[in-house]
């Protein structure tokens, strides 16, 4: 495979580059950049460096142009899995990985995480944007400023580049962008596709050009998030709350599609949610909804601990962790015939070329959490990233993983 290096959109990125060799051949990954500490990975030792600063400075844009570029990544072998032992440890390691000789932790921290409940509930971005009205500021990230949704996650470039990644990371470890079916051959303008929290449109893009004879509309409410973003001539993106009533027609699509609204979706609102879905799809349409259960699996007891917080400040603004699980009887019960279940385990810092994107990725997340989180844990900004590091540390060790469920229904 030859090395991809990619020229960064100016004022996104500064000197990041990604170099990705065969991994089938010499197992390695090398990352560099100014902002980063990562600079190497060594997977046939199964060792990996500290992830200790934030991509902020965006080797994310450098991970996302270089991994849309390489196809030839290694599969991912974890594409089966039964719900309580999705991943068969290697022997000798098991949960506790005591006597693991690959990897490593070289920090730790004794910092046990306290929850303030009714701080995690109720917690805003701390002060609105000064020159516009539509988003609030904390920690220098910028977030939405609609008073009914309690999502937690910035709507900043930093976040558009970080959910750029992640559709690649889906993609491939899914093997297809969709699993509804679709007819190839249909006529130009005649089919008509719904993303619902699109985001920058990464899905949609790749809709979008994969059936250019469709047209691929997506919705939002944080219009932040694709101010900006390329848009394909059969791309169209609209600004609206799915907890609310989105700006289509009855009946107007022949596919909706939705992903990774787990902490945007209350879990009240669920049904609500379903039903308006099922109101613009037309009868015979599909819909496709996938959400990850963020209650990681083979964690170590740093990870535990931090996930096990995190999770319990996000149930605390209402939303369902496990939702994932729910949708075939809440499709069933909402008059849709399910067409087909799907599921995926993603590593976590180990197991090839897209473990560690994904463990990337996650860091990502809980970096853009971090003014919910430190807020809702009592903790100072460097209390909470060597928490947050030492448990990242101990990913690729225990082997942790990630189980994502997708489903796809059909309107009766």
């Known amino acids: ?26 197992r390695s990954v ?16 199964r060792t990996m460096p500290l992830v200790t600063t934030s991509l902020t400075d965006s080797l994310i844009p450098s991970l996302v ?12 072998p974890f594409k089966s899995y039964t719900p309580e032992n999705s991943l068969i440890p290697p022997k000798g390691r098991g949960h506790h990985a005591s006597n693991a000789t690959w990897g490593s932790i070289s920090s730790s921290t004794s910092t046990q995480i306290s929850i303030d409940t009714q701080l995690a509930e109720n917690w805003q971005p701390e002060s609105y944007h000064m020159m516009r009205g539509d988003a609030r500021m904390d920690q220098k990230r910028r977030f939405h400023a609609i008073e009914k949704s309690a999502y937690p996650l910035p709507a900043d470039i930093q976040e558009q580049d970080r959910l750029e990644l992640q559709h690649l990371l889906y993609r491939h470890s899914f093997n297809r962008a969709h699993h509804f079916p ?9 089919l008509r596709i719904l993303d619902v929290g699109c985001g920058p449109g990464a899905w949609m893009r790749d809709i979008a050009e994969t059936y250019p004879q469709a047209k691929v509309l997506g919705v939002d409410m944080a219009k932040s998030l694709f101010t900006g973003v390329e848009v394909l001539p059969n ?13 289509f027609k009855d009946a107007n699509f022949d596919v909706v599609h939705q992903r ?11 049904d609500h949610v379903i039903l308006e879905l099922k109101r613009v799809l037309k009868p015979g349409g599909y819909i496709e909804l996938c959400e990850p259960d963020v209650e990681l699996l083979r964690r170590g007891p740093q990870f535990t601990m931090l996930n096990d917080a995190a999770n319990s400040a996000v149930k605390a603004r209402g939303f369902n962790i496990k939702i994932g699980y729910e949708f075939a009887k809440k499709l069933k019960e909402h008059g849709f015939e ?16 897209h473990g560690v994107l994904h463990l990337i990725n996650c860091r990502e997340i809980f970096v853009g959490l971090k003014p919910f989180l430190s807020k809702a844990f009592s903790m100072t900004l460097e209390q909470f990233d060597a928490v947050m590091v030492a448990a990242l540390e101990e990913c690729p060790v225990y082997q942790t993983y990630c189980n994502v469920h997708a489903i796809v229904g059909r309107k009766l």
Not at 65 to 76: D, F, G, I, K, V
Not at 235 to 247: A, H, Y
């Open 1 to 26: 495979m030859n090395e991809s290096f990619t020229q960064l959109p100016e004022g996104r990125a500064s000197q990041a580059t990604l170099a990705f060799r065969n991994l089938d051949d010499e």
């Open 30 to 45: 090398t990352l560099s950049s100014t902002s980063s500490s990562i600079t190497s990975i060594d997977l046939p030792d």
């Open 65 to 76: 142009s270089s991994l849309s570029t390489t196809p030839q990544l290694s599969p991912n």
């Open 182 to 190: 679709i007819d190839p051959n249909v006529p130009e303008g005649s």
């Open 235 to 247: 791309m169209k993106f609209f600004t609206g709350n799915i907890l609310e009533r989105i700006p």
């Open 260 to 270: 990774l609204m787990v902490t945007a979706i209350p879990n009240d609102k669920w």
């Open 338 to 353: 399910i067409i087909s279940e799907h599921s995926c385990s993603f590593p976590m810092g180990w197991g090839g070329q």
